[in-house]
């Protein structure tokens, strides 16, 4: 066991030297970690860097922290912490997060000495700690805060500079499985999910049976002036002609603020097209969000109509080709589809129904979903957003292994299962992540010889509309069974029922932000105009009884 040298000043003292708390009202950890105006935050991030090297001490591990605020506009910014295998900080610890943001600078080292005696954790080994950064002006500055809390407790930070969310995952998850996941470098993150796709879609060229008759390989790309717009580039030059990706909202060609009036919140809420991107009929668009971990796809027909085509149809994509894999392979593999609420009713019947393929339903936030998708060989999980991907159980992988080489099987089961395994290669399973996504939904499509009216084609979609209320106190919301059902404030659910039976084929819920003070109003109905009215009225008496702010909902434009 190595020796660490104490720091030479206390933590508390550095603190308020530097990193002094200057903010008085609290901060929560949610399901995105800590969110909010990025010049509030520097005292956070200190903050964070010492919880992730006494959480990396404890866990015996490489911790992940990451700098980024995923869709919100360019001037929040925010923090989360990655647990040894990619996923999300684990939920007992998020109380701590959440304790050592808001304790005076005076308490920091009792909060410390607490958590060293609640988990007996060690204070001599030399832990590492990866931190990366979104391209926000206030990353850089908040990244060296994160830097001084890891270095104040004697961690040793490995910064990745700017990266993708599911970048960051991807490096954690690496180191702490020495390599078996793949190589903790920008350049090895590339060559595992290229080299599988482009494997993929030269087997797909050579076999398919499809012919491809209706898969075009061009694709428009909206990168919300991100660090999407900036990786999609290394994927451009490895992918060629396999797969043409016209890049729009480049941050580095100065088209637009980050997130503003683009990438893949805006088009999921709004529906409609992101600024910068052409208008060409029937033609294949994606846009990701700020952190790349979010992708939605979508066109305009010849009559200029628009179509989404978010998470549910993502999801049901993936999970009807992993199924048509594994009935050819015949490997019995329990496979099984995670949703939220949230997710269009349509997409659930559909999946129940005709695929026949289990569906669960858990709270908002991709920990809900990724922890029940580990209950599958096979969970593949996105929530409506766009935010989600396939994990598969090591069962599943080795029983996969074994086909290829069981001279017992047929060669088309054998290739079956060669696909299944080069599949899982293009997937990051750590957490969602939207250019994995693409290249994983890429496959599919040219696997079946589809365009998106093909997609598209498989179920018709319930209207549907997402809005936002602005509230005084997201705390005054309170809800149960999967966010389905609003217990606080007193009054309210039986209210949105009655506006619910109003409307044929009605659905509607409402749940808090994890991180800002609004309340997320989602809303599905027969025809359009009747979800975008039960959407506005829904949304009007969040505002009448949960103390709303700013101006009252309006019908959506």
Known sequence: MSSVRKPKRPVYAFAREMHPKTEKADIQYGTAGFRTKANKLGYVMYRMGLLAVLRARYKNATIGVMITASHNPEADNGVKLVDPHGEMLEQSWEAWATKFANVGDDQLESIIAEIIKEYNIPMTERVHICIGKDTRPSSPSLSKSVMDGVLALAGKPIDFGIVSTPQLHYFVACKNTKHAYGIPTEEGYYHKLVG????????????????????????????????????????????????KIELYNDEGIGTGKLNYLCGADFVKSNQKFPNGVPLQHNVRCCSVDGDADRIVYYFIDEDDKFHLLDGDRIATLIAAYLKELLEETGIDLNLGLIQTAYANGASTEYITQKLKVPVACVSTGVKHLHHKALEYEIGVYFEANGHGTVVFQKTAKDKLKRATGDSSLTDAQRNAAERLLNLIDVINETVGDAISDMLLVETILRAKGWDVQDWEAAYTDLPNRLMKVTIANRNVITTTNAETICVT?????????????????????????????????????????????????????????????????????
Do not use: H
């Not at 800002?516 to 506005?536: K, N, S």
């Open 489 to 557: 404030p007193p009054g309210l659910q039986d209210e949105i029922n009655a506006l619910i039976s109003k409307f044929k084929k009605g659905r509607s819920f409402v749940r808090p932000s994890g991180t800002e003070d609004i309340v997320r109003v989602y809303a599905e109905a027969a025809t359009r105009e009747e979800a975008d009215t039960l959407a506005v009225e829904v949304s009007r008496k969040v505002y009448e009884m949960a103390g709303g702010i700013g101006n009252p909902p309006e019908v959506p434009a």
């Open 196 to 243: 599988a796709f482009l494997k993929l879609n030269a087997d797909q060229r050579l076999n398919s049976s499809a012919g491809n008759s209706n898969y075009r390989n061009r694709l428009l790309y909206d990168g919300a002036n991100g660090v999407g717009a900036k990786k999609i580039k290394q994927f451009q030059e490895r992918l060629g002609e396999t797969l």
